[in-house]
């Protein structure tokens, strides 16, 4: 398709598009590129040698100094006239259903010209349904702030999705990824073809340590099956994107807003956003970390604001107006377990470390994503509950456990924010 399609034809497609009230669907061909409409606004910008901003909003493979920084340097020795600034956006093992939410924070406040969207791998056990909410909302979202905002959806590969695409299949959420490609007119590029040709050639192993000498044959692309090496794997991630290019100049047509149209599903998150947690909203014992503290100042990107529950009993509490809310917060040693209270349910409990927690980072604590329009107050609770911190983690950290054992000793927990689809309501209006 060789020009951006007007909105009558754009409407015109809904009728196309299958019921979404299962999850089962058809898997897309393994095709490295798929130009759609292009990326009018991004290349005619950076034609007349403007600056211009490259967004990358993704996983772990993504924030690595890897395909993102390759590419960047590739658009700037491809366009020395233009002058390219990157947005770095990329959170390691989160997927959309998190990156819908902090798109403005983290994206859109810093006005991209350009953004990519790599979020297949970590999606891999995402329904398709979703899929479809978080990548539509990512869309929406980014064309209701700015409509010239050209998108392009990019897919990575794991060990698992490997035999598939290597039968020339994509995996279920790059193919649910490709419904809403297909529908918004956004140009995909599949990292993992030329992967997987390789590795069926005998000229690329998957997995395996990493090599003296990069260079020696065959590659090795990763030593974890998931994560490419800076030397090998990503590089040929970022090839997947210059072997594209031209196919997407072809199929730009002239610089113009993108049109949104009828959405795919009328539930999706383009309504999503993060939101401040307030001294309000905290009960019993919090502390409001400085700038200088080691965690605040670590992830004062995502985080401006962070506060830690001093003591059992420390409790967030807020009443929300909408249909979906979640805490964006830290997983880590020093965990804790949560109680989570949404209206007159039974309380169920969560844990602020996992199996990885030799370490912090950010993740998202689900307290309901699919509640009924309306009111509904929500609260979590730090129990005091001793967690048997060892067995949580997976055996190969229970070393790092044995050897440091005094990381795991706290039980607290780090906030940062809400991330909701409705409004939270102050305080007085909780009675």
């Not at 598939?164 to 809403?180: D, L, P």
């Not at 007119?185 to 990292?191: A, C, E, K, M, N």
């Not at 927990?413 to 409004?423: F, K, N, P």
């Amino acid at each position: 398709m060789n020009h951006p399609i007007c909105l009558t034809i754009l409407l015109s497609l809904v009728c196309c598009f299958p019921s979404f009230a299962d999850d089962t669907q058809q898997r897309r061909a393994a095709i490295e590129c798929t130009p759609r409409a292009g990326l009018p606004n991004f290349l005619a910008k950076v034609a007349k040698g403007e600056s211009v901003n490259v967004a990358y909003l993704g996983g772990s493979i993504t924030a690595a100094s890897g395909w993102r920084v390759q590419s960047l340097k590739w658009f700037q020795d491809q366009n020395p006239q233009a002058n390219f600034t990157e947005i770095h956006a990329a959170i390691g093992g989160t997927g959309s259903d998190l990156g819908v939410f902090r798109l403005h924070n983290d994206v859109l406040r810093h006005h991209p010209d350009l953004m990519f969207v790599e979020f297949a791998v970590n999606d891999g056990g995402t329904s398709r349904e979703q899929i479809h909410k978080a990548m539509e909302g990512i869309v929406r979202q980014t064309w209701k702030d700015n409509p010239t905002t050209d998108i392009c959806f990019v897919y990575t590969l794991s060990h698992p999705f490997l035999e598939e695409i290597k039968n020339g299949q994509m995996s279920n959420a790059a193919s649910s990824m490709e419904e809403v490609a297909d529908r918004y007119q956004i140009p995909s590029i599949h990292f993992g073809v030329e992967v997987a040709k390789l590795e069926s050639q005998g000229d690329l192993i998957f997995k395996a340590d990493k090599p003296a000498n990069p260079e020696e044959q065959p590659i090795v692309f990763s030593t974890d099956g998931v994560h490419p090496l800076n030397e090998t794997g990503h590089r040929l991630y970022t090839a997947a994107i210059a072997r594209s290019w031209p196919a997407i100049e072809t199929a730009s047509g002239q610089p113009q807003a993108h049109p949104l149209g009828e959405p795919l599903r009328k539930d999706n998150w383009e309504n999503a956003k993060q939101v401040a947690i307030t001294a309000d909203m905290l009960r019993g014992s919090w502390k409001k970390l400085q700038p200088n503290n080691p965690v605040a100042s670590r992830f004062k990107k995502h985080f401006p604001d962070m506060y830690q529950a001093m003591e059992p009993g420390a409790k967030l509490a807020f009443t929300l107006n909408g249909t979906a809310a979640s805490v964006f917060h830290l997983l880590g040693p020093d965990g804790s377990e949560l109680s989570v209270q949404v209206d007159q349910r039974p309380p169920i409990t969560h844990k602020s470390i996992d199996g990885y927690c030799t370490y912090h980072r950010m993740s998202k604590l689900g307290l309901s994503t699919n509640l009924e329009p309306g009111i509904h107050e929500i609260s979590v609770t730090v129990t005091p509950t001793q967690l048997d911190k060892r067995e949580i983690l997976f055996e190969g950290k229970r070393d790092y456990f044995d050897e440091h054992p005094d990381r795991y000793a706290d039980q607290t927990w780090y906030v940062g924010s809400l991330l909701i689809i409705g409004d939270i309501l102050p305080p007085d209006t909780t009675n």
